[in-house]
């Protein structure tokens, strides 16, 4: 049995969770990592790594690719080649290296929002035209769907090249259902549009829901098809910056290694190190994880039902990201991390997420029960105190 109750401070670590954005808050519930330990066999990895006295360029990447296709195999019966497998240096750079790949400046890439910031700014700061399908509201459902009929007249432009899937959704955890992936795979393969998931979030899914992922629905050859993800979040290192890349058709793969090696996409070995040790041996620790965050969100889940704040929290299916509208506030994201500051709370600001979420905000739940209760109590003083008529 894992302890996730075990108390961990994170002050003075130098840690932008705690020392940056929630710098002087009792409940910094913003920055996407995890207020736990990692697994004790990735730790003892790193230390043994470290303990060799030198950290170096490293000369094979096959450990790596074996244990991350094995995890993934395991887990979702995705049946990957290790061949097919690409690790790499921080999330949005390999991205950025994949939209070089394969598209060029004035293509069309279509990006679902609200969705993780960056997902949204590299297209659009690297001269691509960000094409906004609009995930669709529906704020008393507490629930977020697919535009296909605007998806599908997006992909019909002849500029487009490429569409964007967070699966997991983040901020709205969406785990999208293996119908909408294969009309997502389905229109993008009639329209030649090349589909990125990123899927870093698919390790945490609730209520008994299985993670889809891309490859689970496209057809043999995979021609139109990439999958982008990193077990840094899961594993409580993500400041190792090892991301990885999966690329099952022969002619993309080719691409990619052209441009990746034209830039020289790094390695860091002990990035590789600490997740081929938890993707080999932290299998009781992901599901113990899950039960933990289970119980999280269930506490959420209840709080905001019980407790009538003016707060819609979006219906959480995957990660421990959760996604509040607080636009009967009345306030804008500024004024409302200004006022949630004043009773000890950070949150990510909805305008992080791509236009039109003013009022918004993303909370993350990967934190002790004792912190989640204790955020809830805070919230719900605040908007008494300020709110309440």
Not at 122 to 129: D, F
Not at 190 to 202: G, K
Not at 258 to 263: E, G, I, K, P, T
Not at 351 to 363: D, H, K, L, Q, S
Request: proline share 4%.
């Amino acid at each position: 049995m894992i302890n996730f109750d075990l108390p961990l401070d994170r002050h003075n670590t130098n840690t932008w969770k705690w020392d940056g954005e929630g710098k002087g808050a009792a409940y910094p519930m913003g920055t996407a990592d995890m207020d736990f330990r990692m697994p004790d066999v990735v730790r003892q990895a790193l230390h043994d790594k470290i303990d060799q006295g030198v950290l170096s360029y490293c000369c094979d990447k096959g450990y790596f690719q074996e244990a991350f296709a094995g995890y993934q195999n395991r887990h979702y019966g995705l049946n990957i080649d290790p061949a097919h497998v690409f690790p790499g240096t921080a999330l949005m750079a390999v991205y950025k290296v994949l939209l070089d790949a394969y598209t060029s400046p004035g293509d069309g890439v279509i990006i679902q929002t609200p969705t993780f910031g960056h997902l949204y700014n590299v297209p659009r700061n690297n001269g691509r035209l960000v094409y906004e399908n609009r995930l669709v509201y529906d704020r008393e459902k507490g629930e977020w769907h697919i535009n296909f009929e605007q998806l599908e007249e997006m992909a019909r432009d002849p500029k487009t090249r490429v569409l964007v899937v967070c699966n997991p959704g983040n901020p709205v955890t969406r785990g999208f259902t293996k119908e909408e992936m294969q009309r997502m795979y389905d229109l993008c393969v009639a329209n030649d549009v090349l589909i990125i998931s990123d899927e870093i979030h698919s390790d945490v899914y609730y209520d008994g829901r299985q993670h889809v992922s891309i490859l689970h629905v496209c057809d043999k050859d995979a021609s139109n098809c990439i999958m982008l993800t990193s077990s840094g979040k899961v594993f409580g290192i993500p400041g190792l910056k090892a991301a990885v890349t999966v690329i099952p058709n022969e002619k993309l793969r080719r691409r990619y290694e052209v441009v990746s090696a034209n830039v020289r996409v790094e390695i860091i070995d002990l990035g590789l190190v600490g997740m081929a040790a938890g993707l080999n041996g932290a299998d009781e620790y992901i599901a113990e994880l899950q039960k933990y965050l289970q119980a999280n969100k269930d506490y959420a889940v209840k709080f905001f039902a019980e407790n009538d704040m003016k707060v819609v929290l979006t219906k959480p299916e995957a990660s421990y990201l959760f996604w509040l509208d607080f636009t009967e506030w009345g306030m804008t994201c500024e004024q409302l991390e200004k006022l949630l500051y004043r009773y000890g709370i950070v949150y990510s600001s909805g305008t992080e997420f791509g236009p039109g979420n003013e009022g918004f905000m993303r909370m993350n739940i990967a934190c002790t029960h004792k912190q989640l209760q204790g955020m809830c109590d805070a919230l719900k003083k605040c908007y008494e105190e300020n709110i309440k008529k």
